[in-house]
């Protein structure tokens, strides 16, 4: 199974013009979704107008050497390494599923275009990496669906209500993910079962990459970028279009602003864990 190219396999029976073809209708949709997103939900224009008026409110100019580190620990931190969810598991579960999908994707791409037309045997490595990114996708994926997802773990809902576009993303991803497993495993038993868990396998695949503006998948586009600006904010003292309010301890500011110690106590940096103390499981 894991040594088996199943597109050498299907090109047997289906033209591989004809699956090269779907993939680059994927990736047609795929940025065409990103891009409709952009325009509907206006993200675009909102980072632009936020980082000119971010420029207005800079109290220093960030150098190019400075831009370039901020843009490296960014890459570094939120979108290699996913830093910034401080719950370990979510964690592990988000680098799973996003690295599972990165090498599951890359690799599709690489046997289709590479060793369908004509038939080349692939690499036994390019097809073991294959069917280990779908496992990590699925491993990933079904670990948030049954464990992580907030209205499960903190609101008590059933896992197997769907919450309508907003589950089209994990969903059309473990769907990928599973009977893309499902029809290599049962390539050599062929028959109905393994045509049916390919015709799954496309269906999934497609409601996946035709849904981006439906979806979460344009967030993944959007990510990096708000990562960025949110650095260079504060590197440049912008206070993110905010007034600055100073040291939230000091007696004068508190004197001026006295619901500061009101709600947030006389020394407000050491406030405790506040809703960080216990696991949010009260349902």
């Known amino acids: 199974m894991f040594s088996t190219n199943p597109f050498a396999e299907l090109a047997a029976v289906i033209s591989p013009s004809i699956i090269q073809g779907y993939i680059v209708l994927m990736v047609i949709m795929v940025v065409g979704g990103t891009i409709l997103d952009m325009m509907h939900k206006k993200s675009a224009k909102y980072f632009f107008e936020n980082a000119e008026k971010a420029k207005k409110n800079a109290k220093r100019t960030l150098g190019g050497g400075e831009k370039a580190s901020l ?38 791409v690489w046997l289709i275009f590479g060793y369908i037309a004509p038939v080349v045997e692939a690499p036994t490595a390019l097809t073991g990496l294959w069917h280990l990114g779908a496992i990590m996708l699925c491993v990933g994926g079904y670990w948030f669906w049954f464990f992580i997802r907030v209205d499960v773990s903190s609101e008590g809902v059933k896992w197997y ?123």
């Open 71 to 108: 843009a490296v620990a960014t890459v570094a931190n939120e979108v290699l390494t996913s830093g910034e969810f401080k719950s370990t598991r979510r964690r592990i579960s988000h680098l799973l599923t996003m690295y599972g999908f990165i090498i599951f994707v890359a690799t599709t």
């Open 161 to 283: 209500n769907f919450n309508g576009r907003g589950d089209i993303f994990i969903l059309g991803l473990l769907g990928m993910g599973t009977f893309a497993l499902l029809w290599s495993g049962t390539l050599n038993a062929g028959g109905l079962i393994n045509m049916i868990f390919l015709v799954l396998f496309i269906a999934a695949s497609t409601i996946l990459f035709s849904t981006v503006l439906w979806s979460k998948f344009a967030h993944m586009f959007f990510k990096p970028a708000a990562a960025y600006q949110k650095r260079c904010i504060k590197a440049d003292g912008s206070y993110e279009n905010l007034p600055e309010l100073g040291d939230l301890s000091d007696p004068d500011l508190q004197a001026k602003f006295p619901d500061i110690p009101e709600y947030m106590g006389t020394n407000p940096p050491n406030m405790g864990l506040g809703i960080k103390s216990e696991a949010p499981r009260h349902f």
